[in-house]
């Protein structure tokens, strides 16, 4: 039973990083790196970079698809499962028990006033990832054309923001389609 | 159905967003609201928790809103929905990786997905905003001292953040000064 083995060390290693990596999934990223290539050289860095460019291109939380990635590479569908429960499980734990103490001091004056604070500070965090998400995404007319139909559609219509991303991917598909016709013509 | 639906609605969020970090906030916030399982201002604040604790944003939302909505199996059924569509994707995608790498509609959709996110993520932003500026709605909530202060700390987090000042000490800052705001002015 290799496959159980080296999934159980798949486990306890993805645990390790999901327990000590504030921020998310791209904070993860170089945390697996170093785990997966260095430590225990189960894959290569060329290996690993493919794996965060699929993890990047496929639904899903960028920590949970990596996970996934890298434990069917190493010990297959067992690996996969027990890697993935492995970067899960911290998370879990840790906001299940919080939620008791939430809830509990929520009414204290003090965490009122914090929290009143705190989500003014939440919305500078989020303004600055956005900015990262615009740098990142590709700047064309086609680009800035969805962008703001989604952020319209959803703001003023009321739109499901899931149908903003199904008709983006739609819309994707349909203009390289014609891209690739007027190519040819 | 609660635990149903939570599983329903996570394994939704978890299918259709592309990107990691924020770019599943306007899902959850959507979904999240829509359902009536959190107000924007407790969304908010749990944004705070999350980016204090370990793990992704999309887990920690997941398993708070099960456990408050459904209690443990409410937890484990969202963390559950919201891993499951990754972990199903990954699996098959590893076996047809050159195909999926190569294929053109695949590319297509990814180049509308990217441009759609922040799009979503703006939206989602101004939801925030105004629900944390004004959450009394309206003009009359626009003199008020917690707006001002609301303002103030928002203003000099952001600079903070642009920075590069790490998100828990901003957090921590800005929940200083939320005490020390509240009892000076009596919010």
Not at chain 1, 44 to 72: F, Q
Not at chain 2, 59 to 70: C, D, Q
Not at chain 2, 128 to 149: N, T
């Amino acid at each position: 039973m290799p496959d159980i083995r080296q999934g159980l060390r798949l486990f306890a290693s993805f645990f390790k990083i999901g327990a000590f990596t504030f921020g998310g999934g791209y904070a993860m990223v170089p945390l697996i790196e170093r785990e997966v290539c260095e430590k225990k050289r189960w894959l290569e860095k060329d290996d690993m970079l493919e794996i965060v460019a699929i993890a990047e291109s496929t639904p899903g939380p960028i920590a949970i698809n990596t996970a996934t990635y890298v434990g069917t590479r190493v010990a297959g569908v067992t690996g996969a499962a027990l890697a993935t429960l492995g970067v899960v499980l911290p998370s879990f734990l840790i906001i299940f028990c919080l939620s008791f103490l939430l809830e509990r001091f929520s009414d204290v004056r003090a965490v009122r006033y914090a929290f009143f604070g705190v989500r003014a500070g939440v919305l500078a965090l989020v303004l600055k990832a956005l900015v990262s998400m615009y740098k990142k995404c590709p700047k064309s007319v086609f680009a800035y054309i969805v962008m703001g139909l989604s952020f319209a559609v959803v703001t003023f219509l009321n739109v499901s923001a899931i149908w903003a991303v199904l008709a983006a991917a739609i819309l994707g598909i349909a203009y390289s389609v014609l891209r690739a016709r007027r190519a040819k013509t | 159905m609660i635990i149903l639906e939570l599983f329903l609605t996570f394994f939704k969020i978890g299918a259709f967003t592309f990107g990691g970090g924020y770019a599943m906030l306007p899902l959850v916030q959507d979904e999240v609201l829509r359902h009536g399982w959190l107000d924007e201002e407790t969304l908010v604040n749990f944004i705070a928790v999350s980016e204090s604790t370990p793990g992704p944003f999309a887990v920690n939302i997941a398993t708070y809103v099960g456990k408050l909505t459904g209690g443990l199996p409410g937890a484990i059924a969202s963390t559950a929905g919201v891993v499951l569509p990754s972990f199903v994707i990954i699996l098959i995608v590893s076996h047809f990786v050159k195909k999926f790498r190569e294929s053109k509609p695949v590319a297509g959709a990814l180049t509308g997905l990217k441009a759609a996110v922040p799009g979503l993520v703006a939206a989602a932003l101004v939801t925030m905003a105004s629900a944390v500026l004004l959450p009394a709605g309206g003009a009359a909530a626009l003199g008020s001292p917690s707006f001002y202060i609301s303002l103030g700390i928002f203003a000099l987090c952001a600079v903070l953040v642009f920075v590069k000042v790490t998100p828990i000490l901003v957090i921590l800052l800005a929940a200083a000064l939320g005490v020390g705001a509240g009892f000076e002015f009596g919010l």
